[in-house]
């Protein structure tokens, strides 16, 4: 993006919801460019590499509950995306620090998928043949005659880029901070601003070994420090021995700005129980500082003004099937569809 490129629609944000939204823009024959200041499309649908092992860090697994997102995922399927059931149901225990001995299974007969090599290859298959500039922030977006020019930030320096339409869909905040920025007007701002997030604390562990979590290889905790821990060989995303363990949301939000190094041994500490003699060979702790919303809103998307939308989970029902909902709904609203 040089000077003052002039693009069809811009989409701030190539996760789930900016990829939804640019796939069914371009179906309906518009030209979507897509920025993202991380380092690849995919947002909180992220996979990471620790030493030689593979680690889910954001969205664990996903369901697919409407006829759209069940076939945009046979879609995918049928492009080649490695999407697999993993389970129909998880292990349940009261709290990480009482063992696994009174883990239960659970089954509700409802599929639960994950993406073979790591949930990052469900962003990467939606990104296919779409228009992505990684490492590109968006610092503002203001209006300029009948569409928008927003201010962009990438490894060569500032730049501006002019948009006919723009759909943001970085979470709510982070989008209402780029109107703001903007001198955008938001109707709705009190109740948008009420969108707010969880964070959530991660610790990838690599292993010397299996840990041999109970089947199927994923534990939700009602209560304690660890809200799930889960094995990333049993969900297919590593070959090498590793756990995902996600902070509960009370101790996320508590240990958010503490030393790395204390989370870390107290996460070390209270999944101990569960590594039957595995030994942690390496680990990488991750903030989101966005993770899950706390109250979802059920509009889809939301027309800012004409020809800025603002989509992402938190306003279809969270997670990634909500995510995509808010994608499509996003792409609709600015193409009447
Ligand atoms: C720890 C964790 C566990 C989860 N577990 C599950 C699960 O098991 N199942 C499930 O269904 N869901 C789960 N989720 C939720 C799921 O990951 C999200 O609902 C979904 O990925 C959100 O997609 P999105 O596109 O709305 O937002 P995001 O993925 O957040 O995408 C927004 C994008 O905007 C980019 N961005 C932000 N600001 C800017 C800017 N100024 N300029 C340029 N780019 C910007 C970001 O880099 C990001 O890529 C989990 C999430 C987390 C964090």
Redo the contacts with the bound molecule.
């Keep these: 993006m040089t000077g003052e490129e002039r693009v069809d629609v811009a989409v701030?944000?190539?996760?789930?919801?900016?990829?939804?939204a640019a796939r069914a823009l371009t179906a309906a024959g518009r030209r979507p460019v897509l920025?993202?200041?991380?380092r690849r499309?995919?947002?909180?649908?992220?996979t990471r590499s620790l030493g030689g092992a593979v680690v889910d860090?954001?969205?664990?697994?996903?369901?697919v509950r409407s006829d759209a997102f069940a076939r945009l995922v046979a879609d995918l399927r049928a492009d080649g995306c490695p999407i697999r059931e993993w389970s129909q149901g998880f292990a349940r225990a009261g709290s990480v620090t009482d063992g696994p001995d009174g883990a239960d299974a659970s089954s509700d007969g409802h599929p639960r998928h994950s993406v073979t090599g790591g949930m990052n290859g469900l962003a990467a298959a939606l990104a296919r043949d779409l228009a992505v500039r990684p490492g590109?922030?968006?610092?503002a977006v203001r209006p300029r005659g009948a569409g928008w020019v927003l201010d962009?930030l990438d490894g060569d320096g500032p730049r501006r880029v002019e948009a006919g339409a723009v759909v943001l869909?970085?979470?709510v905040p982070?989008?209402l901070?780029?109107l703001g920025a903007g001198g955008v007007e938001v109707a709705d701002l009190a109740r948008l601003r009420g969108l707010t997030y969880e964070p959530?604390l991660?610790l990838m562990v690599a292993l010397d070994r299996p840990a041999a979590l109970p089947g199927p290889g994923g534990v939700q905790f009602a209560a304690g420090p660890v809200g799930?821990l889960a094995d990333n060989v049993a969900k297919g995303a590593s070959a090498e021995p590793a756990l995902t363990v996600?902070a509960s949301g009370d101790l996320s939000e508590a240990a958010y700005d503490l030393d790395g190094d204390r989370v870390t041994a107290l996460l070390l500490d209270a999944v101990a129980p569960w590594l039957r003699g595995a030994r942690p060979v390496t680990t990488d702790l991750f903030r989101?500082r966005?993770?899950?919303?706390r109250t979802p809103a059920d509009d889809g998307a939301v027309a800012v003004v004409d020809g800025l939308v603002l989509?992402?989970?938190?306003l279809a029902g969270?997670?990634?099937?909500?995510?995509v909902t808010?994608?499509l709904r996003a792409a609709g609203l600015l193409t009447g569809g």
């Design positions: 701030v944000g190539a996760g789930l919801a900016g990829l939804a920025v993202d200041k991380g499309p995919g947002g909180r649908c992220a860090t954001g969205a664990q697994f996903f369901t590109t922030r968006a610092l962009l869909t970085a979470p982070q989008s901070a780029l959530c991660t799930w996600h989101w966005y993770s899950k919303p989509a992402g989970d938190a969270a997670k990634v099937e909500g995510a808010s994608g």
